[in-house]
């Protein structure tokens, strides 16, 4: 059973449309990430959210918008998507505010043409 | 703010041999150091942690790392390479009140000749 869950796994898309990608936790986990990898492997935390409220929100573009409609659950929809948000996506969790103990979940590959 | 930098971009090593992965960091105060391997086409793994305590710390698949503050290093070890530990090596600091928020080293690939 999987521990953080991300869908879709690949994802290609146009430029201008508007997408979502979601996250489940089935750790009892309280905080919940997204991070951005791009095509030179660096990764850059975007959001932080511990229980449903936003932490960090890390200069990210207005398009960019989470979600988390409870604590196991963290989607983020992009909206007028560009060709620099193609990257892979992480979702992480840990098990509250101060606990570093991440766990990742397996990317999601967003390819925008 | 915080910053790390992980000095090898591409590391090759033949199977059965020593592995150092070398990470530097910069923050004013000790930080929490971590050590994540990524798998192709996988999330990240926690390899190991260092909060405080001993500086030498151990973590799984057999790798250590020590925390050498005069350097400002966390550098990653194992004594003897396995084809499977071919993958992408990332180090990251936390610091305390930043949310949990850690930060990503540049990452290095480790190649593993047979």
């Known amino acids: 059973d999987t521990a953080v869950s991300q869908t879709p796994k690949y994802l290609v898309t146009q430029m201008g449309n508007d997408k979502s990608i979601k996250c489940e936790q089935n750790l009892g986990h309280d905080t919940m990430y997204w991070y951005k990898q791009d095509s030179k492997k660096f990764l850059k935390i975007m959001f932080s959210?511990?229980?449903?409220?936003?932490?960090i929100n890390e200069t990210v573009p207005n398009r960019f918008s989470p979600k988390s409609p409870d604590k196991a659950h963290l989607n983020l929809h992009i909206n007028s998507l560009e060709l620099g948000d193609s990257a892979v996506y992480f979702c992480?969790?840990?098990?509250?505010?101060?606990?570093?103990?991440?766990?990742f979940g397996s990317g999601t590959r967003l390819t925008v043409v | 703010a915080q910053s790390v930098t992980q000095p090898d971009i591409h590391i090759t090593v033949s199977e059965g041999a020593s592995l150092e992965l070398r990470c530097n960091y910069s923050y004013g105060a000790t930080p929490y150091l971590f050590w994540y391997v990524q798998s192709p086409g996988q999330g990240l793994q926690l390899l190991l942690k260092y909060f405080s305590g001993d500086t030498l710390v151990q973590g799984i698949k057999g790798f250590e790392a020590e925390f050498k503050r005069s350097q400002s290093s966390f550098n990653l070890r194992k004594p003897s390479v396995h084809w499977s530990d071919a993958a992408e090596y990332f180090c990251?600091?936390?610091?305390?009140?930043?949310?949990?928020?850690?930060?990503f080293g540049g990452g290095t690939r480790l190649m593993v000749k047979p």
């Open positions: 959210y511990n229980n449903k409220e936003l932490i």
């Open positions: 990251a600091v936390g610091v305390e009140n930043a949310g949990n928020m850690l930060t």
């Open positions: 992480a969790s840990s098990p509250r505010t101060g606990h570093y103990g991440y766990t």
